[in-house]
Structures are given as structure tokens and as C-alpha cells.
């Protein structure tokens, strides 16, 4: 097995364990972490996912070295043109290049370390992008900056990253898994309903005029309207006054 899944309480961390070849995605690694993705998605309990690397790098790609991936529906690592149904989050320390950047470009969040790295390594070689970089990365950076990226094959480094809205967080080196997970609890924290909904509007209304993204927004919040009843009878009964329970950064 080259892909663990492990439940840490209502956090599901699904880690690539090819420490030898920089955690780089042969075509049954691509398999396993699909089968990982479909577990989470399943797992009731699991209601966060963060994904990472073994031994400080995420991931270096994919395994140019094997060239067996297969164009397979799910995306050619495995994953990459699906939508889980919860929130997910990179946690990356190390090299995150090529189509380790797509995948942790899947992801909604990013969490680095301060020396983590971050580039279209692929660029020299000719390989082109297709785990979803080329639609994503203008999503997250802006057009210009992934154009940079994706054509100057550059490496860009993590505080870079961050000013640049790649990485959400940085982290200490070493503890970067356990501030994604901290960051994953916080959210499994919240009516899981209501996260849902709202994630999902996001990404149904890309790419849509304003008048039809918020229709969509209106469809998906209809569906949450129990939960936000229920959360006005607390607010009501004095729960959450004065910020109470608003996460600090």
C-alpha cells in the first residue's frame, strides 16, 4: 500500500507513502488514492479530509520514471476531476510541484511549511498539465500569476505562496499536518449541513453569470434552512454572544 487512510476523531488524513520517489503518483498509487477519496466520502464520521505526503514532501508528481498513469475518468492521479461532497485540506511540507501542486489545488485549503515549495516543474520536460492545474490555479492566484507559473515552469516559494493566495496558512516546519488538522477540526466544529451547502454553491456558481450564481446560492441555502433555524434558537436562547466561538486565527 502506498496511500494510508487514518481517522483522527472526525478528521480523515489520507497520506501518499512513496518517500523514495518523492511520494511521485505511479498509475497504483493513482488507484488507492481514488479508492482513499471514495472512503471519505463515504465515512459518515469522516466529515474533513487533509491530504499529505510522507517524510516532508508532498509530492513530486507524477512517477515520470514508471510513465504508466492511465487517463482514467476520475483524472489521472486518481481523483483529480472529482468533487467530494466535504471540505478538504493540503497539508504540505517539502516539494509540492508538477501535479502535486494539481493536487493540492483539488483541495479547498492549503496549509505549508515555511520552506515549502511550490512549482509547474513539469514544464522542462514537456508534460503537460491535466489533473485540473490549468482550470484551478487561475481560480486561486488570478490569471497572471498562474500564467506565470504554469508557463515559466518558476519555483515559487512558500512565503510567495501565501502573499499570493496559494497557501492559506503557513506553519512551523514539522508541524504543518497538525495545523491542517487543527484547522480541519475547526471546521468539522461547525452544523455540517450548512458548510456543505455553502461549499457547494461555491463551486457550482464558477464560471456563472451573477444572476445565475445566485440562484444557485439561493437552491443550496434553501436546503440548510432547518439547520439555520436551529442555530437561530440558540443565538436566541444567548449562545454565541459577543463572538463567542468565532475561531481565532
Known sequence: MTVEYDRRGPVAVVTVDRPDRRNAIDDATAEELGDAWDRFDEDDDALVGVLTGSEGTFSAGADLEAMDLEDRPEGWLGFTRRRVSKPTVAAVEGHCVAGGLEMALWCDLRV???????????RRFGVPLVDGGTQRLPHVVGLGRALELILTGRELDAEAAEEWGLVNRLAPEGETL??????????????QETVRTDR?????????TLER??????????????????GADRFAGGEGRGGEGVPEE
Open 112 to 122: 505549508a511549511s515555511e520552506s515549502a515549495t511550490f512549482g509547474c516543474f513539469e
Open 178 to 191: 497538525a495545523t491542517a488538522v487543527d484547522l480541519a477540526e475547526v471546521i468539522a466544529g461547525f452544523p
Open 213 to 230: 450564481g445566485l440562484a444557485v446560492e439561493g437552491w443550496h441555502g434553501s436546503r440548510a434552512m432547518e439547520t439555520a433555524r436551529e
Open 200 to 208: 457547494a454553491a461555491v463551486y457550482d456558481g464558477l464560471g456563472e
